[in-house]
């Protein structure tokens, strides 16, 4: 090889490494990821519960409960603060046997125990109880009982788990007492079923 075209293959290699060297690098491109995280709310209840009780007539006057409805066992789980309300199916409970005997729902009272952590101590806690110091009477209007406090309700079983308990709401009531014995009820079993609802709760309320 002459010098003159050995200088020309050395021009060739020199102009040709850019090239090279561009072939040989990492492209890089930008990737945006956008995740989605789905709020759990969930409530744990056994979905026969219902209010279930016996009557039997002792005189014209005078009836003996020979069941009480069954306390229900519930809780919730959540990553949000929630609500919970209560209402029943129906205007009536229902006999058993006779399904012509009925008993208005409002006889029927109801009060939530918490047996969780949560505390429900009202707006300052974590969770305000409407009955906790309470009975209230059973409605097919929705009857808001528990609520997020300021401090939240947010967490699992163990800290939210609460027991229903029923009541019959007579023995303050004489108006409620002269309607109960003024429908003359046979001896029976009366049912009836109820809601429960769960839901997404607001912010908690602000003081001023």
């Not at 429900?120 to 309470?134: P, Q, Y």
């Not at 009541?167 to 109960?180: G, N, S």
Request: with cysteine; aromatic share 12%; net charge negative.
């Amino acid at each position: 090889m002459t010098v003159r075209n050995l200088i020309c293959f050395f021009l060739v290699v020199i102009c040709c490494l850019p090239y090279f060297e561009a072939a040989g690098q990492e492209t890089i491109l930008e990737v945006q990821f956008e995740t989605r995280l789905e709020s759990i709310l969930t409530l744990n209840i056994d979905p026969n519960a219902r209010v279930e009780f016996g009557i039997q007539e002792i005189n014209e006057n005078l009836y003996q409960i020979t069941k009480m409805p069954d306390d229900v066992h519930f809780s919730v789980e959540s990553t949000g603060n929630w609500t919970l309300s209560i209402a029943a199916a129906d205007s009536y409970f229902t006999g058993t046997n006779d399904s012509t005997q009925k008993i208005p729902v409002d006889f029927i009272g109801f009060t939530v125990q918490n047996l969780g952590t949560n505390w429900d101590n009202g707006l300052f806690s974590n969770i305000a109880n409407v009955s906790k110091d309470t009975t209230l009477s059973l409605s097919e209007e929705r009857i808001t009982i528990l609520t997020n406090g300021r401090v939240g309700n947010i967490g699992g079983t163990d800290k939210n788990s609460f027991l229903l308990r029923w009541k019959f709401v007579l023995e303050d009531e004489p108006a409620k007492i002269t309607r109960f014995t003024g429908m003359r009820l046979k001896d029976d079993y009366y049912t009836g079923n109820f809601y429960i609802i769960l839901t997404e709760a607001q912010e908690p309320p602000k003081s001023d």
